[in-house]
Protein backbone atom coordinates (compact mmCIF):
# COMPACT_ATOMS: atom_id res chain seq x y z
CA UNK A 1 0.00 0.00 0.00
CA UNK A 2 2.82 2.49 0.99
CA UNK A 3 4.44 1.61 -2.31
CA UNK A 4 1.33 2.20 -4.32
CA UNK A 5 0.67 5.57 -2.85
CA UNK A 6 4.20 6.75 -3.65
CA UNK A 7 3.69 5.75 -7.36
CA UNK A 8 0.40 7.08 -7.36
CA UNK A 9 1.62 10.93 -5.92
CA UNK A 10 4.44 11.19 -7.78
CA UNK A 11 2.46 12.11 -11.46
CA UNK A 12 0.99 14.49 -9.04
CA UNK A 13 3.33 16.45 -7.85
CA UNK A 14 5.11 17.00 -11.16
CA UNK A 15 1.70 18.37 -12.33
CA UNK A 16 1.58 20.58 -9.97
CA UNK A 17 5.37 21.77 -10.44
CA UNK A 18 4.37 21.58 -14.30
CA UNK A 19 1.50 24.42 -13.30
CA UNK A 20 3.50 26.37 -11.06
CA UNK A 21 6.72 26.56 -14.33
CA UNK A 22 3.90 27.32 -16.43
CA UNK A 23 2.11 30.09 -14.19
CA UNK A 24 5.82 31.88 -12.88
CA UNK A 25 6.29 32.20 -16.73
CA UNK A 26 2.85 34.06 -17.58
CA UNK A 27 3.89 36.05 -14.21
CA UNK A 28 6.80 36.95 -15.81
CA UNK A 29 5.51 37.93 -19.22
CA UNK A 30 2.70 39.88 -17.86
CA UNK A 31 5.31 42.15 -15.32
CA UNK A 32 7.26 42.77 -18.32
CA UNK A 33 4.65 43.96 -20.44
CA UNK A 34 3.19 45.90 -18.28
CA UNK A 35 7.45 47.07 -17.62
CA UNK A 36 7.40 48.25 -21.14
CA UNK A 37 3.62 49.70 -21.05
CA UNK A 38 5.27 52.02 -18.17
CA UNK A 39 8.60 52.37 -19.44
CA UNK A 40 7.29 54.27 -22.50
CA UNK A 41 5.05 56.87 -21.15
CA UNK A 42 7.66 57.40 -18.01
CA UNK A 43 10.38 60.17 -17.50
CA UNK A 44 13.23 60.44 -19.12
CA UNK A 45 16.08 58.33 -18.09
CA UNK A 46 18.86 60.51 -18.07
CA UNK A 47 18.89 64.34 -18.00
CA UNK A 48 22.29 63.93 -20.80
CA UNK A 49 19.94 62.00 -23.54
CA UNK A 50 16.75 63.23 -25.16
CA UNK A 51 13.25 61.54 -24.27
CA UNK A 52 11.35 59.58 -27.29
CA UNK A 53 8.73 56.93 -27.40
CA UNK A 54 6.35 55.01 -29.12
CA UNK A 55 3.41 56.95 -28.80
CA UNK A 56 5.29 60.48 -30.04
CA UNK A 57 4.69 59.55 -33.41
CA UNK A 58 0.91 60.40 -32.64
CA UNK A 59 1.12 63.55 -30.95
CA UNK A 60 3.40 64.84 -33.66
CA UNK A 61 0.76 63.60 -35.89
CA UNK A 62 -1.56 66.07 -33.73
CA UNK A 63 0.89 68.70 -33.62
CA UNK A 64 0.39 69.20 -37.52
CA UNK A 65 -3.68 68.45 -37.02
CA UNK A 66 -3.64 71.68 -35.50
CA UNK A 67 -4.39 74.75 -37.71
CA UNK A 68 -6.44 77.91 -37.94
CA UNK A 69 -8.85 78.15 -41.30
CA UNK A 70 -6.88 81.56 -42.02
CA UNK A 71 -8.41 83.17 -45.05
CA UNK A 72 -5.42 84.95 -46.87
CA UNK A 73 -6.37 88.54 -48.81
CA UNK A 74 -6.42 89.00 -52.29
CA UNK A 75 -2.28 89.41 -53.30
CA UNK A 76 -2.87 91.96 -56.47
CA UNK A 77 -4.50 94.44 -54.30
CA UNK A 78 -2.80 97.48 -52.01
CA UNK A 79 -3.69 97.60 -48.50
CA UNK A 80 -3.77 100.70 -45.73
CA UNK A 81 -3.19 100.18 -42.39
CA UNK A 82 -6.55 100.08 -41.22
CA UNK A 83 -7.72 97.67 -43.89
CA UNK A 84 -5.21 95.20 -42.84
CA UNK A 85 -6.23 95.72 -39.06
CA UNK A 86 -9.78 95.02 -40.10
CA UNK A 87 -8.66 91.91 -41.49
CA UNK A 88 -6.35 90.63 -38.35
CA UNK A 89 -9.34 90.90 -36.09
CA UNK A 90 -11.53 88.79 -37.87
CA UNK A 91 -9.06 86.15 -38.70
CA UNK A 92 -6.35 86.48 -35.84
CA UNK A 93 -6.96 83.37 -33.69
CA UNK A 94 -5.99 85.31 -30.53
CA UNK A 95 -9.38 87.24 -30.74
CA UNK A 96 -11.07 84.41 -31.21
CA UNK A 97 -9.71 82.80 -28.71
CA UNK A 98 -10.33 86.10 -26.54
CA UNK A 99 -13.84 85.72 -27.80
CA UNK A 100 -14.73 82.12 -26.72
CA UNK A 101 -13.32 82.56 -23.47
CA UNK A 102 -15.88 85.72 -23.00
CA UNK A 103 -18.66 83.48 -23.78
CA UNK A 104 -17.82 80.68 -21.72
CA UNK A 105 -18.10 83.38 -18.88
CA UNK A 106 -21.27 83.91 -20.18
CA UNK A 107 -22.62 80.99 -19.67
CA UNK A 108 -21.03 80.36 -16.22
CA UNK A 109 -22.98 83.42 -15.69
CA UNK A 110 -26.19 81.53 -16.79
CA UNK A 111 -25.19 78.45 -14.53
CA UNK A 112 -24.90 81.00 -11.68
CA UNK A 113 -27.71 82.76 -11.77
CA UNK A 114 -29.99 79.27 -12.54
CA UNK A 115 -29.70 79.30 -8.59
CA UNK A 116 -32.52 81.93 -8.55
CA UNK A 117 -34.69 79.42 -9.88
CA UNK A 118 -36.62 75.75 -8.64
CA UNK A 119 -35.03 72.61 -9.70
CA UNK A 120 -37.36 69.88 -10.92
CA UNK A 121 -36.41 66.69 -11.56
CA UNK A 122 -39.29 64.10 -13.30
CA UNK A 123 -38.68 60.60 -12.28
CA UNK A 124 -40.77 57.83 -14.29
CA UNK A 125 -40.74 54.50 -12.56
CA UNK A 126 -41.97 51.36 -13.02
CA UNK A 127 -41.29 47.91 -11.51
CA UNK A 128 -42.40 44.34 -11.00
CA UNK A 129 -42.54 42.61 -7.95
CA UNK A 130 -42.82 39.03 -6.79
CA UNK A 131 -42.74 37.03 -3.63
CA UNK A 132 -44.36 34.17 -1.62
CA UNK A 133 -46.68 35.89 1.31
CA UNK A 134 -47.42 33.82 4.38
CA UNK A 135 -51.42 33.84 4.73
CA UNK A 136 -52.75 31.61 7.47
CA UNK A 137 -50.85 28.21 7.40
CA UNK A 138 -49.73 28.53 3.84
CA UNK A 139 -47.44 30.60 1.73
CA UNK A 140 -49.23 32.32 -1.05
CA UNK A 141 -47.03 33.59 -4.41
CA UNK A 142 -48.18 37.32 -5.34
CA UNK A 143 -46.76 39.63 -8.14
CA UNK A 144 -47.27 43.86 -7.81
CA UNK A 145 -46.69 45.94 -10.89
CA UNK A 146 -46.08 49.62 -10.08
CA UNK A 147 -46.33 52.46 -11.86
CA UNK A 148 -44.93 55.85 -10.64
CA UNK A 149 -44.72 58.87 -12.14
CA UNK A 150 -42.99 61.86 -9.84
CA UNK A 151 -42.05 65.44 -9.55
CA UNK A 152 -38.93 66.52 -7.26
CA UNK A 153 -38.96 70.23 -6.74
CA UNK A 154 -36.20 71.74 -4.79
CA UNK A 155 -36.14 75.51 -4.23
CA UNK A 156 -33.77 77.92 -2.30
CA UNK A 157 -36.01 80.85 -0.47
CA UNK A 158 -33.29 82.75 0.67
CA UNK A 159 -29.77 82.13 2.15
CA UNK A 160 -28.65 86.07 2.88
CA UNK A 161 -27.24 86.66 0.04
CA UNK A 162 -25.24 83.85 -0.73
CA UNK A 163 -26.86 83.14 -4.21
CA UNK A 164 -26.35 86.74 -5.16
CA UNK A 165 -23.13 86.86 -4.21
CA UNK A 166 -22.23 83.88 -6.70
CA UNK A 167 -24.08 85.74 -9.37
CA UNK A 168 -22.15 89.18 -8.75
CA UNK A 169 -18.80 87.60 -8.93
CA UNK A 170 -19.54 85.27 -12.06
CA UNK A 171 -20.82 88.72 -13.47
CA UNK A 172 -17.73 90.64 -12.75
CA UNK A 173 -15.73 87.57 -14.46
CA UNK A 174 -17.36 87.93 -16.98
CA UNK A 175 -16.75 91.68 -17.75
CA UNK A 176 -13.46 91.20 -17.01
CA UNK A 177 -13.20 88.53 -19.97
CA UNK A 178 -14.96 91.02 -21.86
CA UNK A 179 -11.94 93.34 -20.95
CA UNK A 180 -9.59 91.58 -21.80
CA UNK A 181 -11.63 90.37 -24.98
CA UNK A 182 -10.54 94.06 -25.49
CA UNK A 183 -7.39 93.44 -24.42
CA UNK A 184 -7.06 91.14 -27.68
CA UNK A 185 -7.86 93.49 -29.46
CA UNK A 186 -5.53 96.29 -28.82
CA UNK A 187 -2.74 93.93 -28.77
CA UNK A 188 -3.47 92.46 -32.03
CA UNK A 189 -3.55 96.25 -33.48
CA UNK A 190 -0.46 97.34 -32.64
CA UNK A 191 1.17 93.87 -33.54
CA UNK A 192 -0.40 94.67 -37.20
CA UNK A 193 1.05 98.51 -36.74
CA UNK A 194 4.12 97.42 -35.66
CA UNK A 195 4.70 94.81 -38.34
CA UNK A 196 3.36 97.23 -40.77
CA UNK A 197 5.70 100.16 -40.10
CA UNK A 198 8.63 97.23 -40.05
CA UNK A 199 7.59 96.68 -43.47
CA UNK A 200 7.54 100.06 -44.69
CA UNK A 201 10.91 100.42 -42.97
CA UNK A 202 12.12 97.41 -44.87
CA UNK A 203 11.05 98.25 -48.10
CA UNK A 204 12.40 101.64 -48.16
CA UNK A 205 15.96 100.63 -46.79
CA UNK A 206 15.95 98.76 -49.58
CA UNK A 207 15.79 101.34 -52.13
CA UNK A 208 18.08 103.16 -49.89
CA UNK A 209 20.45 100.47 -50.30
CA UNK A 210 20.12 100.14 -53.87
CA UNK A 211 20.60 104.02 -54.37
CA UNK A 212 23.91 102.78 -52.03
CA UNK A 213 24.68 100.27 -54.75
CA UNK A 214 24.49 102.71 -57.60
CA UNK A 215 26.47 105.76 -55.44
CA UNK A 216 29.18 102.99 -54.69
CA UNK A 217 29.29 101.74 -58.68
CA UNK A 218 29.68 105.24 -59.96
CA UNK A 219 32.55 105.82 -57.71
CA UNK A 220 34.16 102.29 -58.93
CA UNK A 221 33.61 103.60 -62.49
CA UNK A 222 34.99 107.07 -61.58
CA UNK A 223 38.28 104.85 -60.07
CA UNK A 224 38.52 102.84 -63.13
CA UNK A 225 38.31 106.22 -65.37
CA UNK A 226 41.09 107.91 -63.57
CA UNK A 227 42.88 104.81 -63.40
CA UNK A 228 43.42 104.57 -67.45
CA UNK A 229 43.91 108.12 -67.68
CA UNK A 230 46.66 107.81 -64.83
CA UNK A 231 44.78 109.61 -62.07
CA UNK A 232 44.38 106.74 -60.46
CA UNK A 233 46.55 103.72 -58.74
CA UNK A 234 45.43 100.64 -58.25
CA UNK A 235 44.61 100.75 -55.10
CA UNK A 236 42.23 103.29 -54.97
CA UNK A 237 40.24 100.80 -57.77
CA UNK A 238 40.09 98.07 -55.23
CA UNK A 239 39.21 100.35 -52.41
CA UNK A 240 36.46 101.41 -54.47
CA UNK A 241 35.25 97.65 -55.80
CA UNK A 242 35.63 96.80 -51.52
CA UNK A 243 32.82 99.97 -51.19
CA UNK A 244 30.76 98.72 -54.08
CA UNK A 245 30.72 94.75 -52.77
CA UNK A 246 30.30 95.85 -49.51
CA UNK A 247 26.95 98.05 -50.92
CA UNK A 248 25.57 95.32 -52.45
CA UNK A 249 26.15 92.90 -49.35
CA UNK A 250 24.09 95.75 -47.72
CA UNK A 251 21.15 95.63 -50.06
CA UNK A 252 20.65 92.06 -49.87
CA UNK A 253 20.84 92.25 -45.97
CA UNK A 254 18.07 94.68 -46.37
CA UNK A 255 16.16 92.62 -48.84
CA UNK A 256 15.86 89.52 -45.84
CA UNK A 257 15.03 92.24 -42.78
CA UNK A 258 11.65 93.16 -45.78
CA UNK A 259 10.97 89.73 -46.56
CA UNK A 260 11.25 88.91 -42.38
CA UNK A 261 8.59 91.81 -41.72
CA UNK A 262 6.51 90.90 -44.29
CA UNK A 263 6.50 87.31 -42.38
CA UNK A 264 5.45 89.02 -39.22
CA UNK A 265 2.85 91.00 -40.88
CA UNK A 266 1.35 87.83 -42.30
CA UNK A 267 1.50 86.23 -38.71
CA UNK A 268 -0.18 89.28 -37.23
CA UNK A 269 -2.69 89.36 -39.60
CA UNK A 270 -3.76 85.79 -39.12
CA UNK A 271 -2.74 84.88 -42.71
CA UNK A 272 0.06 82.28 -43.94
CA UNK A 273 3.50 83.80 -43.78
CA UNK A 274 3.78 82.52 -47.19
CA UNK A 275 1.54 85.07 -48.66
CA UNK A 276 2.48 87.91 -50.38
CA UNK A 277 0.58 91.12 -49.26
CA UNK A 278 0.89 94.53 -50.95
CA UNK A 279 1.19 97.85 -48.55
CA UNK A 280 1.30 101.73 -49.23
CA UNK A 281 4.66 103.51 -49.75
CA UNK A 282 5.74 105.54 -46.69
CA UNK A 283 5.44 108.57 -48.83
CA UNK A 284 1.64 108.17 -49.52
CA UNK A 285 0.90 107.65 -45.39
CA UNK A 286 1.04 110.56 -43.47
CA UNK A 287 3.64 111.58 -40.71
CA UNK A 288 2.29 113.98 -38.04
CA UNK A 289 4.50 116.85 -37.10
CA UNK A 290 3.63 116.31 -33.15
CA UNK A 291 1.58 114.26 -30.59
CA UNK A 292 -1.74 115.15 -30.53
CA UNK A 293 -2.21 115.27 -26.38
CA UNK A 294 -0.17 115.86 -23.71
CA UNK A 295 1.65 113.51 -21.16
CA UNK A 296 -0.55 114.43 -18.98
CA UNK A 297 -3.71 113.68 -20.84
CA UNK A 298 -2.34 110.36 -21.98
CA UNK A 299 -1.78 109.20 -18.65
CA UNK A 300 -5.01 110.12 -17.60
CA UNK A 301 -7.03 108.32 -20.75
CA UNK A 302 -5.01 105.37 -20.24
CA UNK A 303 -5.75 104.91 -16.79
CA UNK A 304 -9.46 105.70 -18.12
CA UNK A 305 -9.58 103.14 -20.88
CA UNK A 306 -7.11 100.48 -20.93
CA UNK A 307 -8.23 96.98 -21.06
CA UNK A 308 -6.12 95.61 -18.58
CA UNK A 309 -6.82 98.16 -16.36
CA UNK A 310 -10.62 97.91 -16.30
CA UNK A 311 -10.31 93.84 -15.48
CA UNK A 312 -8.77 94.98 -12.84
CA UNK A 313 -11.20 96.57 -11.79
CA UNK A 314 -13.41 93.82 -12.40
CA UNK A 315 -11.31 91.83 -10.54
CA UNK A 316 -11.95 93.47 -7.50
CA UNK A 317 -15.18 93.93 -7.21
CA UNK A 318 -15.72 89.72 -7.83
CA UNK A 319 -12.97 89.43 -5.00
CA UNK A 320 -15.55 92.00 -2.95
CA UNK A 321 -18.48 89.41 -4.14
CA UNK A 322 -16.49 86.74 -3.14
CA UNK A 323 -16.67 88.17 0.49
CA UNK A 324 -19.90 88.47 0.37
CA UNK A 325 -20.42 85.05 -0.80
CA UNK A 326 -18.31 84.14 2.08
CA UNK A 327 -20.43 85.59 4.71
CA UNK A 328 -23.28 84.26 3.60
CA UNK A 329 -22.19 81.00 5.10
CA UNK A 330 -22.63 82.15 8.61
CA UNK A 331 -26.58 82.39 8.43
CA UNK A 332 -29.64 79.93 8.11
CA UNK A 333 -30.67 78.79 4.51
CA UNK A 334 -34.30 77.88 3.98
CA UNK A 335 -35.14 75.77 1.22
CA UNK A 336 -38.69 73.91 0.13
CA UNK A 337 -38.63 70.70 -1.28
CA UNK A 338 -42.18 69.23 -2.78
CA UNK A 339 -42.55 66.10 -4.02
CA UNK A 340 -46.02 64.97 -5.76
CA UNK A 341 -45.84 61.24 -6.46
CA UNK A 342 -49.03 59.78 -8.41
CA UNK A 343 -48.98 56.55 -8.42
CA UNK A 344 -50.66 53.20 -10.29
CA UNK A 345 -50.53 49.42 -8.80
CA UNK A 346 -51.77 46.34 -10.04
CA UNK A 347 -51.39 43.48 -8.35
CA UNK A 348 -52.18 39.64 -8.29
CA UNK A 349 -52.23 36.85 -5.41
CA UNK A 350 -52.46 33.25 -5.80
CA UNK A 351 -55.99 31.74 -6.10
CA UNK A 352 -57.42 35.55 -6.28
CA UNK A 353 -58.10 37.80 -9.46
CA UNK A 354 -55.84 41.06 -10.27
CA UNK A 355 -56.46 44.12 -8.19
CA UNK A 356 -55.79 48.33 -9.18
CA UNK A 357 -55.36 51.09 -7.33
CA UNK A 358 -54.35 54.34 -7.59
CA UNK A 359 -53.00 57.35 -5.34
CA UNK A 360 -51.51 60.45 -4.89
CA UNK A 361 -48.75 60.34 -2.94
CA UNK A 362 -45.90 62.63 -1.99
CA UNK A 363 -44.64 65.32 0.61
CA UNK A 364 -43.76 69.01 1.04
CA UNK A 365 -41.14 69.51 3.40
CA UNK A 366 -39.31 72.62 4.60
CA UNK A 367 -35.99 72.66 6.15
CA UNK A 368 -34.02 75.55 7.97
CA UNK A 369 -30.15 74.52 7.81
CA UNK A 370 -27.43 76.63 9.98
CA UNK A 371 -23.88 75.47 10.35
CA UNK A 372 -23.02 75.99 14.04
CA UNK A 373 -19.94 74.56 13.74
CA UNK A 374 -17.51 73.87 11.33
CA UNK A 375 -13.88 73.52 12.74
CA UNK A 376 -13.06 76.96 11.21
CA UNK A 377 -13.82 76.54 7.73
CA UNK A 378 -16.03 79.46 7.60
CA UNK A 379 -14.04 81.57 9.19
CA UNK A 380 -10.84 80.71 7.33
CA UNK A 381 -12.86 81.12 3.81
CA UNK A 382 -14.08 84.59 4.45
CA UNK A 383 -10.18 85.54 5.40
CA UNK A 384 -9.04 83.88 2.09
CA UNK A 385 -11.78 85.94 0.03
CA UNK A 386 -10.75 89.46 2.44
CA UNK A 387 -7.20 88.96 1.07
CA UNK A 388 -8.35 87.63 -2.17
CA UNK A 389 -9.68 91.45 -2.15
CA UNK A 390 -6.86 92.95 -0.69
CA UNK A 391 -4.42 91.50 -3.27
CA UNK A 392 -6.74 92.52 -6.16
CA UNK A 393 -6.30 96.14 -5.09
CA UNK A 394 -2.29 95.66 -4.67
CA UNK A 395 -2.23 94.05 -7.93
CA UNK A 396 -4.82 96.91 -9.35
CA UNK A 397 -2.52 99.86 -8.08
CA UNK A 398 0.91 98.24 -9.27
CA UNK A 399 -1.44 97.98 -13.05
CA UNK A 400 -2.06 101.37 -12.82
CA UNK A 401 2.22 102.33 -11.81
CA UNK A 402 2.93 100.15 -14.91
CA UNK A 403 0.47 101.83 -16.78
CA UNK A 404 1.66 105.59 -16.10
CA UNK A 405 5.06 104.47 -16.77
CA UNK A 406 4.81 102.65 -19.98
CA UNK A 407 2.66 105.94 -21.38
CA UNK A 408 4.99 108.24 -20.03
CA UNK A 409 7.63 106.01 -21.84
CA UNK A 410 5.96 105.73 -25.05
CA UNK A 411 5.37 109.29 -24.88
CA UNK A 412 8.64 110.16 -24.47
CA UNK A 413 9.60 107.79 -27.74
CA UNK A 414 7.36 109.96 -29.65
CA UNK A 415 8.98 112.97 -28.64
CA UNK A 416 12.37 111.42 -29.05
CA UNK A 417 11.12 110.24 -32.72
CA UNK A 418 10.13 113.73 -34.33
CA UNK A 419 13.67 114.97 -32.97
CA UNK A 420 15.39 112.41 -34.43
CA UNK A 421 13.40 112.87 -37.46
CA UNK A 422 14.36 116.49 -38.40
CA UNK A 423 17.86 115.53 -37.46
CA UNK A 424 18.29 113.03 -40.05
CA UNK A 425 16.59 114.96 -42.26
CA UNK A 426 19.27 117.61 -42.09
CA UNK A 427 21.92 114.48 -41.73
CA UNK A 428 20.71 113.57 -45.07
CA UNK A 429 20.80 116.66 -46.61
CA UNK A 430 24.33 117.29 -45.57
CA UNK A 431 25.34 114.19 -46.54
CA UNK A 432 24.31 114.35 -50.01
CA UNK A 433 25.66 117.64 -51.01
CA UNK A 434 29.11 116.09 -48.84
CA UNK A 435 29.09 113.07 -51.68
CA UNK A 436 27.95 115.56 -54.96
CA UNK A 437 30.77 117.83 -53.78
CA UNK A 438 33.41 114.77 -53.49
CA UNK A 439 32.30 112.98 -56.44
CA UNK A 440 33.06 116.19 -58.35
CA UNK A 441 35.98 117.25 -57.16
CA UNK A 442 37.48 113.50 -57.48
CA UNK A 443 36.86 114.06 -60.91
CA UNK A 444 39.23 117.31 -61.24
CA UNK A 445 41.77 115.75 -58.73
CA UNK A 446 41.00 117.63 -56.10
CA UNK A 447 40.09 115.16 -53.34
CA UNK A 448 40.70 111.78 -53.29
CA UNK A 449 39.03 108.21 -53.87
CA UNK A 450 39.03 108.02 -49.82
CA UNK A 451 37.41 110.75 -49.70
CA UNK A 452 34.57 109.97 -51.96
CA UNK A 453 34.36 106.75 -50.12
CA UNK A 454 34.00 107.76 -47.26
CA UNK A 455 31.46 110.03 -48.23
CA UNK A 456 29.33 107.39 -50.18
CA UNK A 457 29.37 105.11 -46.46
CA UNK A 458 28.07 108.54 -44.43
CA UNK A 459 25.34 109.17 -47.35
CA UNK A 460 24.16 105.36 -47.09
CA UNK A 461 24.18 105.89 -43.16
CA UNK A 462 22.42 109.09 -43.79
CA UNK A 463 19.57 107.28 -45.71
CA UNK A 464 18.93 104.31 -43.77
CA UNK A 465 18.24 106.93 -40.86
CA UNK A 466 16.58 109.11 -42.83
CA UNK A 467 14.46 105.92 -43.28
CA UNK A 468 14.60 104.53 -39.89
CA UNK A 469 13.45 108.20 -38.14
CA UNK A 470 10.26 108.60 -40.23
CA UNK A 471 9.50 105.11 -39.85
CA UNK A 472 10.18 105.15 -36.07
CA UNK A 473 7.89 108.03 -35.97
CA UNK A 474 4.80 106.12 -37.12
CA UNK A 475 6.12 103.27 -34.87
CA UNK A 476 6.29 105.43 -31.79
CA UNK A 477 2.78 106.96 -32.20
CA UNK A 478 1.16 103.48 -32.95
CA UNK A 479 2.66 102.71 -29.81
CA UNK A 480 1.54 105.62 -27.97
CA UNK A 481 -1.93 104.55 -29.02
CA UNK A 482 -1.58 100.55 -27.86
CA UNK A 483 -0.47 102.25 -24.44
CA UNK A 484 -3.42 104.52 -24.19
CA UNK A 485 -5.77 102.21 -25.38
CA UNK A 486 -6.55 104.95 -28.37
CA UNK A 487 -6.70 102.04 -31.25
CA UNK A 488 -9.96 100.48 -29.21
CA UNK A 489 -11.96 103.32 -28.43
CA UNK A 490 -14.87 104.14 -30.75
CA UNK A 491 -14.31 107.64 -30.64
CA UNK A 492 -10.89 106.69 -32.44
CA UNK A 493 -11.78 103.72 -34.45
CA UNK A 494 -11.42 105.98 -37.87
CA UNK A 495 -7.94 107.00 -37.21
CA UNK A 496 -6.06 104.27 -36.09
CA UNK A 497 -2.39 104.18 -36.36
Partial sequence: MAGLTRSSSQPRAESVGKNRAWLHIALSVGIALCHCAMWSQGA???????????EESAYRDGAKQISWAALNPPSDATYTLAELIDFAESHNPKTQGAWDSARARADALGVARSELYPTVVALAISQTGRQQAFLGDRFYRQTIQSFDLALDLNYTIFDFGGRRGRIDRAKEQLLAADFAFNDAHRRVIYDVAAAYYQVLNGMEQVEAARADVANANAVSQAAEASLKNGLATLPDVLEARSAAARAQYDLQAAIGTEEVARGRLAVALGASPTQPISVQALDQIANPDQAEVSVDEAIDRAVGQRPDMLRQVAEIRSANARVKEAKAAYFPSLRVHVYPDPQSLY?????FPWGHTASLDGQLTFSLSWTVFDGGARKNALSEAKHDAQAAEAQASATRDAVENEVWTAYS???TAFRQREAAAALLQAASQ?????LQSYHYGVRNLLDVTEAQRNLAHARSADVLARTQVLSSIAELAFQTADSVEP???????
Fill in 44 to 54: PVSAKALWHSR
Fill in 347 to 351: GMQQQ
Fill in 413 to 415: NVK
Fill in 434 to 438: SYDAA
Fill in 491 to 497: ANAGRRP
